[in-house]
């Protein structure tokens, strides 16, 4: 019988308490895939500011387990956006997502970024389906539109983007080569962003498992990584919640940088990845009342 | 601004905001309508549901395509069509719920529940 179970990354920052945004993720998970464990991986101080502030009681109903490491400090700064009028900087900690597949205690795993929050059990299908790694290649924003040409292609002559948000994985030797070239591309960025012509120097896991996903398939596009149903919902960071109806429905504003474009949107059964973080811990009691 | 106008930016708004609010509708029932059976992942459509009761009633092997296009051998057809009723079921039910909902909503702010 083989161990299935949900996994996320915390490292929080100054700036974003990625362990709040984790608690919320896993109690998503918990509400409608409540058979499967949920791990968090994070490291000491985010840990201990996450007792102090959350409480242990909390926690507990969140993860049934925790492991540290520390990835170390490498200089990743990100803009991040909070609706359409703030914006501000911050490390973002991301450098070991690749290492996911060592330090997982399950034999098939789902990753979810902490800022996913599921609002059906769809995910759960994916375990002991037919591909050896699944990640999500479409995504809608909140108005269904497609999102950036950035976000779909690594550069508009280069190779499609597979989004890192979600990657479910079974223990295989297929898996094992993924995520081994997964590290060899972070390894080696400033190569692989030369060779595939995508702009800015963040390190972006996105492109980095794009990369590995299209090398391990023979350079090509052949199938290697399965794709989750559909396409992920996702709420811009220009984007903000209005108001949380229940667990898995909200009223969520969709902003463009022209202010008279802006439109409110239902979301309602589906998960949805809260780009703008801030707008999760804004909503975090009515949210997590919701779940509870 | 002239009255008119303003009447007509903000029934423009209230046609955007339905339209997106039928995509989104749309998008929620696709969710609904994913079904995994033996270890595969099908969407319960008309079309795969008439196929799988044709081949069903005629006592054939069942041979369908996955959603990642692999070929599954279903070895209990009847029960794979059970649930793929049942799904695709539940997944008009709620669609005609919200249409129902929508077609009452004459205001920005009800299309969205508020």
């Not at chain 1, 909140?142 to 292609?153: G, N």
């Not at chain 1, 023979?218 to 992920?232: A, E, K, L, R, T």
Request: charged share 20%; aromatic share 12%; glycine share 4%.
């Amino acid at each position: 019988m083989s161990t299935k179970g949900f996994i996320m990354f915390a490292y929080n920052n100054e700036q974003l308490d990625y362990t709040q945004l984790a608690l919320v993720a896993a109690y998503a998970v918990k509400k409608y895939m409540p058979e499967y464990p949920v791990v968090l991986v994070t490291n000491q101080a985010s840990l201990e500011h996450c007792k102090e502030t959350h409480g242990v009681p909390m926690m507990n109903a969140a993860w049934d387990d925790i492991i540290i490491t520390d990835p170390g400090y490498e200089k990743n700064m990100r803009l991040h956006h909070d609706g359409a009028y703030n914006s501000f900087n911050a490390q973002f900690t991301n450098t070991n997502k690749h290492d996911i597949y060592n330090i997982s205690p399950f034999d098939e795993t789902i990753l979810i970024d902490t800022d996913y929050l599921c609002g059906n059990n769809n995910l759960s299908k994916l375990f002991g389906g037919q591909h050896d790694v699944a990640m999500y290649r479409d995504a809608r924003n909140l108005r269904m539109e497609e999102p950036y040409t950035t976000e779909r292609w690594l550069h508009y002559a280069g190779i499609r983007m597979w989004w890192s948000t979600v990657v479910y994985w079974r223990k295989s030797e297929e898996a094992e080569h993924f995520f081994n070239t997964w590290l060899a591309v972070k390894q080696n960025w400033e190569y692989y962003r030369f060779l595939y012509k995508f702009p800015g120097t963040l390190y972006r896991t996105d492109y980095s498992a794009s990369i590995a996903a299209h090398m391990c398939d023979g350079w090509s596009d052949g199938g290697f990584i399965g794709q989750i149903p559909n396409y992920m919902r996702y709420q811009d960071q220009r984007d903000d919640i209005v108001e949380v109806f229940g667990p898995n429905h909200w009223v969520m504003l969709s902003n463009l940088p022209e202010e008279w474009k802006n439109i409110v949107v239902e979301i309602k059964g589906e998960d949805v990845h809260m780009m703008n973080k801030k707008s999760i811990i804004r909503t975090y009691d009515k949210i997590i009342e919701a779940l509870a | 601004m002239d009255n008119r106008l303003n009447d007509a930016l903000a029934f423009a708004n209230y046609r955007l905001t339905l339209q997106v609010q039928r995509q989104n509708i749309e998008a929620r029932v696709a969710a609904a309508m994913i079904l995994s059976f033996q270890n595969a992942i099908f969407t319960a459509t008309q079309e795969l549901i008439g196929h799988v009761g044709l081949l069903t009633v005629r006592g054939d092997t069942v041979l369908v395509s996955d959603n990642s296009g692999n070929v599954i051998e279903i070895a209990n057809s009847n029960d794979f069509l059970t649930q793929l009723i049942k799904t695709y079921n539940s997944a008009m039910k709620l669609k005609q719920e919200e249409q129902q909902r929508l077609k009452s909503a004459r205001s920005t702010a009800k299309i969205v529940g508020l």
